[in-house]
């Protein structure tokens, strides 16, 4: 396959070692900054342009990759649609519900896959648990909690994450975007929330560096988490709890710590019930994430994460800044 | 020496009683219960009188205090009998069944001059004491957020006991258990302007009351408490966790089947590695025998006792407010001027 990358910043790295791994081909890359574009694209040999335009329009690209920040995505996401191009496209998909709409209808009018890089779902010890909940290990999945966060780093203030007309919203939006996709992978979809957002530390105002969301189902289960950037020691905790018992997952590598996944039954006396996993040295889901998106266009099936997930996920997010800014829950229609 | 009479003889009635004759400062004289003979088996272990009915108990000029652990329903009657008799009081959480009793009973204390003690054994839990002594000498820098999930997973036959009989109790799991939590958040922050809250019965079959309720408090100054209450935490957790803006606390465990208590300070470092020192607390629970010894010394020294009547009140303020919010889907404010 040969794939044009459209970002040339740390996350586009990143994904053009996972596909190079892949051994397809990177064609074309293109970044604003021209020498950003030229340095990455020299690794590869691929041709490189300020354009993105230039890439989503040549006919030497079967694929596209959209690393910048959320502000270009809807733009670049849907020309590549509409050019005939796969698109890989980071998360969120996009600043607000309405240009995530906008990608979403782009995606299902044209014959071409769109995933949303919610790479969380790659990480094995969070496949495990999947696996696990789908194979009905733990019954009916009655609630979820995550907590995940991390401190930040010195001048964090200054980075494109804290402007909202860039990347639509704070930490919510950044990690509370993969918190909503795995809550609505594992438990399905939500009718309600609640949300809480504050800016308890940095000086980013009116953007968030903390939220708290509890989403409801229909059915009146209710899960809940906490997303922060004031999460001075990094942190990833996911629960899961069923009618037969319960799973964890902690870390997600690096420093998060190792993975770990822990099954435990309901009944103590249950002891087969009992396994804990921890995947050493894995921390990074790219390759597997390129792997399964290479695959989906191969067999012609749906990506796993895509355009609708990467639309409902951005939907529970703008719900959950509703929900703080009016202080009342948000109906999900 | 005080001493002392105790209503109801049921699990926290063998608690709290040992911890009475334990101290040198206090004596145990009467158990009284509902049927005489429950009370004469905990009478006889502890070596005291034992009677039925709670007459006794706040009537004899002999016993200078009452303690109260039966079921919720009969805290306000029990109470205002003994706080009429000029006993001092203490009484197991929940104070009343609601707001409204648990003020009857606070107010009563307060006019007769008694002293009255509600039963949030959690804050003479060690590593709870220590959260709350690094927060008031600046640790952990002006306060963030608060998480707390605190869960058991019941046992066969608990929809049966006087726990899910609504008639009995206020509310379900947030009341009985959740409620500590809330008391905590107040000890440690302060209270809480908005509150909102879900609650659901989705495993045992308890309805109307919940078996899981999730929380998020919002104060003025805008910290906020993440709390879930869980009757479906089928590995029992008690995590509490506290953000400011120069560290972080966290305590877990509360001995027994929550695991060995402990608790642990960080630093905000952007650059060194994550260190934290942590505490942990070996041997048995000693919440009651602490909480008791604190009770002693507020009656001898005539002051208010931590956790007071009012804390009593404004804890249960708060998970009605919750019950409120989860029943009518929105925001509940509480009045700043209480």
């Known amino acids: 396959m040969k794939v044009g990358i459209i970002g040339a910043g740390r996350q586009g790295w990143r994904r053009a070692q996972a596909i190079d791994v892949s051994r397809d081909d990177i064609t074309f890359v293109s970044d604003i900054d021209a020498q950003a574009a030229e340095n990455l694209a020299v690794v590869y040999r691929a041709n490189h342009t300020v354009n993105w335009q230039d890439v989503v329009r040549d006919s030497n690209v079967d694929s596209v990759i959209v690393c910048t920040p959320p502000l270009f995505h809807a733009e670049i996401v849907t020309s590549a649609l509409e050019n005939g191009k796969h698109v890989l496209c980071e998360k969120p998909l996009a600043r607000n519900l309405k240009e995530a709409q906008d990608i979403f209808h782009a995606s299902v009018s044209n014959a071409v896959k769109l995933k949303c890089g919610f790479n969380y779902r790659h990480f094995p010890a969070i496949k495990q648990a999947k696996q696990w909940c789908d194979q009905g290990v733990i019954g009916d999945l009655l609630l979820m909690r995550c907590r995940h966060g991390i401190g930040g780093r010195q001048d964090y203030d200054s980075e494109w994450r804290v402007q909202s007309s860039v990347s639509g919203g704070g930490e919510l939006i950044d990690q509370g975007s993969h918190v909503v996709d795995l809550f609505r992978w594992f438990m399905g979809e939500f009718s309600e929330v609640f949300g809480i957002t504050e800016t308890s530390y940095w000086d980013i105002e009116p953007v968030e560096d903390n939220a708290f969301g509890l989403l409801r189902q229909p059915n009146n289960r209710i899960s809940s988490f906490h997303v922060s950037w004031t999460q001075w020691k990094n942190l990833f905790s996911l629960e899961i709890i069923g009618s037969k018992g319960s799973i964890s997952v902690d870390g997600i590598g690096?420093?998060?710590?190792?993975?770990?996944?822990?099954?435990?039954?309901?009944?103590?006396?249950?002891?087969?019930?009992?396994?804990?996993?921890?995947?050493?040295?894995?921390?990074?889901?790219?390759?597997?994430?390129?792997?399964?998106?290479?695959?989906?266009?191969?067999?012609?099936?749906?990506?796993?994460?895509?355009a609708k997930d990467g639309l409902e996920a951005v939907r529970l997010i703008d719900a959950l800044y509703r929900s703080s800014e009016l202080g009342q829950p948000i109906t999900i229609n | 020496m005080l001493k002392v009479a105790m209503i109801g003889a049921n699990l926290q009635g063998r608690r709290r009683g040992p911890v009475i004759q334990e101290l040198p400062e206090s004596e145990l004289v009467l158990v009284t219960a509902g049927h005489l003979e429950r009370a004469q088996v905990l009478a006889d272990e502890l070596q005291c009188e034992a009677s039925t009915g709670w007459d006794e108990a706040v009537q004899r000029d002999d016993i200078d205090a009452v303690v109260i652990c039966t079921p919720t329903h009969l805290h306000l009657p029990a109470a205002l009998a003994a706080i009429e008799n000029g006993k001092h009081v203490l009484c197991e959480k929940p104070l009343g069944l609601d707001v409204e009793e648990a003020e009857k009973i606070e107010q009563a204390a307060r006019a007769a001059g008694v002293i009255l003690k509600c039963g949030f054994n959690h804050r003479h839990h060690p590593g709870l004491q220590q959260a709350h002594q690094w927060i008031k000498d600046g640790e952990i820098g002006e306060v963030m957020f608060a998480r707390c999930r605190y869960g058991i997973g019941g046992r066969p036959g608990y929809e049966n006991e006087w726990r899910a009989d609504p008639k009995i109790v206020g509310g379900g799991h947030l009341l009985e258990h959740g409620i500590h939590a809330i008391d905590l958040f107040r000890w440690f922050v302060g209270d809480p302007s908005q509150v909102f809250g879900y609650t659901n019965t989705s495993f045992w079959d308890m309805e109307p009351l919940e078996d899981n309720a999730f929380a998020l408090l919002r104060t003025q100054t805008g910290v906020v408490f993440s709390l879930h209450s869980s009757l479906t935490q089928w590995t029992n957790l008690f995590s509490y966790e506290i953000y400011g803006h120069e560290g972080y606390i966290q305590v877990e465990g509360l001995g027994g089947s929550y695991g060995v208590e402990k608790a642990s300070l960080g630093k905000r470092d952007f650059t060194a590695p994550f260190s934290d020192q942590t505490i942990q607390y070996r041997g048995a629970d000693r919440s009651w025998y602490e909480e008791w010894r604190e009770f002693v010394a507020a009656v001898q020294e005539n002051r208010e006792p931590l956790a007071n009547g009012v804390d009593g009140v404004e804890a249960l303020r708060v998970v009605h407010a919750i019950y409120e919010s989860a029943q009518d889907g929105k925001v509940v404010l509480l009045s700043q001027d209480q």
């Open chain 1, 254 to 306: 690096g420093s998060y710590g190792s993975q770990e996944v822990v099954l435990a039954g309901r009944n103590d006396a249950d002891s087969d019930m009992n396994k804990r996993i921890e995947f050493r040295g894995v921390s990074e889901t790219w390759i597997a994430e390129w792997q399964e998106f290479s695959d989906a266009i191969k067999d012609n099936r749906e990506p796993m994460a895509n």
